[in-house]
């Protein structure tokens, strides 16, 4: 074998030994840096390749030693640049590499309030222009706030276990049927003046249909202070009702009873589909009903020590459903409770 072979092999075996210490002292810090690494000892020019290429100079019965030199030196160097890779993710920064930060992001798609909610704030916001505070109060209430401090008897069927859900019995507690109990709470507090409304959620022991549910949203209203007479409580209405409805929208009130008020009325609007001409909507009588109201009953004030003879006081209660349901045309209240975005998403 040629000497002067030799002595190459042996400068090639030393040269090795020192790229693998700079192999092994290679830091990075950044993704350049990796790709410095990579193209250095690993590209097409690298050195891994060239120092592979000696491989045909050396003579033939050397080819096998020197190959497993070559080959463990290649290993080497490849597993290196796996390890620098990975340690380099690990900080994190790979995203650097793999991202392209100007993309635009993912869209988050904008939901819209639930129909209930806009007709709820349009109620709320009309009322506070004629000075109504809004007030709230718990959905679990005793039996005096919903029914007894209100003038519903011991025997009236409203607080039958087939209209009103019990929690518990004796004492009751219960799921409130209306908001007037948050009423009762205000009076129960405060002395008149009081002129508040209270929307909220109202429970009721109903099969739920169409035109049913086991619950459903009130806005009541309330105005006690000397000198309030049925002429405000109509004014007050109508207001409400031009400003929801329009201005050419009329209004009629018809005698009811409920055991709160003394007189009680229901009010009717004129039909907001034909204007009053008559058509499916109003059954061809030009009116649909709207809400239930009336003169604070006497009883009432005495039960909140509010004096009967020096003040006076109108009340009000409606569905927010029914309203929802003249403005928008929804015609099944199930939809209100069913999360259907294909419903949601028309409300905007
Ligand atoms: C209806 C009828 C009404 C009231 C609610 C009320 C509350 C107090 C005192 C007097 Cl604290 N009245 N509320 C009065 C008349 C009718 O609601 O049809 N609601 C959906």
Not at 116 to 142: T, W, Y
Not at 147 to 172: G, I, S, V, W
Not at 239 to 251: L, Q, S, T, W
């Given at each position: 074998?040629?000497?002067?072979?030799?002595?190459?092999m042996?400068?090639?075996?030393?040269?090795?030994?020192?790229?693998?210490?700079?192999?092994?002292?290679?830091?990075?810090?950044?993704?350049?840096?990796?790709?410095?690494?990579?193209?250095?000892?690993?590209?097409?020019?690298?050195?891994?390749?060239?120092?592979?290429?000696?491989?045909?100079?050396?003579?033939?019965e050397?080819?096998k030693?020197?190959?497993?030199?070559?080959?463990?030196?290649?290993t080497?160097?490849?597993?290196?640049?796996?390890?620098?890779k990975?340690?380099?993710?690990?900080n994190?920064?790979?995203?650097?590499?793999?991202?392209?930060?100007?993309?635009?992001?993912?869209?988050?798609?904008?939901g819209?309030?639930?129909?209930?909610?806009?007709?709820?704030?349009?109620?709320?916001?009309?009322?506070?222009?004629?000075?109504?505070?809004?007030?709230?109060?718990?959905?679990?209430?005793?039996?005096?706030?919903?029914f007894?401090?209100?003038?519903?008897?011991?025997?009236?069927?409203?607080?039958?276990?087939?209209?009103?859900?019990?929690?518990?019995?004796?004492?009751?507690?219960?799921?409130?049927?209306?908001?007037?109990?948050?009423?009762?709470?205000?009076?129960?507090?405060?002395?008149?003046?009081?002129?508040?409304?209270?929307?909220?959620?109202?429970?009721r022991n109903?099969?739920?249909?169409?035109?049913?549910?086991?619950?459903?949203h009130?806005?009541?209203?309330?105005?006690?202070?000397?000198?309030?007479s049925?002429?405000?409580?109509?004014?007050?209405?109508?207001?409400?009702?031009?400003?929801?409805?329009?201005?050419?929208a009329?209004?009629?009130?018809?005698?009811?009873?409920?055991?709160?008020?003394?007189?009680?009325?229901?009010?009717?609007?004129?039909?907001?589909?034909?204007?009053?001409?008559?058509?499916?909507?109003?059954?061809?009588?030009?009116?649909?009903?709207?809400?239930?109201?009336?003169?604070?009953?006497?009883k009432?004030?005495?039960?909140?020590?509010?004096?009967?003879g020096?003040?006076?006081?109108?009340?009000?209660?409606?569905?927010?459903?029914?309203?929802?349901?003249?403005?928008?045309?929804?015609?099944?209240?199930?939809?209100?409770?069913?999360?259907?975005?294909?419903?949601?998403?028309?409300?905007?």
């Amino acid at each position: 074998m040629n000497l002067l072979y030799l002595r190459s092999m042996e400068e090639l075996l030393k040269q090795i030994e020192v790229y693998k210490q700079e192999i092994a002292a290679y830091e990075i810090s950044t993704a350049d840096e990796l790709e410095n690494f990579r193209i250095k000892f690993l590209g097409t020019k690298g050195i891994v390749k060239s120092v592979m290429s000696e491989m045909k100079n050396v003579p033939l019965e050397n080819k096998k030693e020197f190959g497993l030199i070559l080959n463990a030196f290649k290993t080497y160097t490849e597993e290196r640049f796996e390890r620098l890779k990975e340690s380099f993710s690990l900080n994190g920064q790979q995203t650097a590499v793999d991202i392209d930060w100007s993309l635009p992001g993912d869209p988050v798609p904008v939901g819209t309030r639930h129909p209930l909610s806009i007709v709820r704030n349009q109620m709320v916001f009309i009322f506070k222009c004629l000075g109504f505070a809004v007030a709230e109060g718990p959905e679990i209430e005793d039996d005096w706030h919903n029914f007894t401090a209100l003038n519903l008897p011991e025997n009236h069927p409203a607080r039958d276990m087939q209209d009103t859900f019990y929690l518990n019995k004796n004492p009751d507690y219960l799921l409130r049927t209306h908001t007037s109990s948050v009423q009762a709470r205000v009076m129960e507090k405060q002395k008149p003046p009081i002129r508040v409304i209270c929307p909220g959620r109202v429970y009721r022991n109903e099969t739920i249909s169409a035109r049913a549910h086991c619950f459903f949203h009130q806005v009541e209203g309330l105005y006690v202070d000397e000198n309030v007479s049925f002429a405000d409580l109509k004014q007050t209405l109508y207001f409400f009702v031009k400003e929801m409805f329009g201005k050419d929208a009329k209004i009629r009130f018809r005698p009811s009873y409920f055991p709160f008020t003394e007189p009680s009325a229901e009010m009717d609007i004129s039909c907001t589909v034909c204007g009053g001409k008559g058509c499916s909507l109003c059954k061809y009588t030009g009116w649909v009903e709207i809400l239930g109201c009336g003169m604070v009953h006497p009883k009432l004030l005495e039960n909140f020590k509010i004096d009967p003879g020096k003040y006076t006081g109108f009340a009000f209660g409606m569905g927010v459903e029914r309203i929802c349901q003249l403005k928008f045309r929804v015609n099944d209240l199930r939809l209100y409770s069913q999360n259907d975005i294909r419903f949601l998403r028309q409300f905007t």
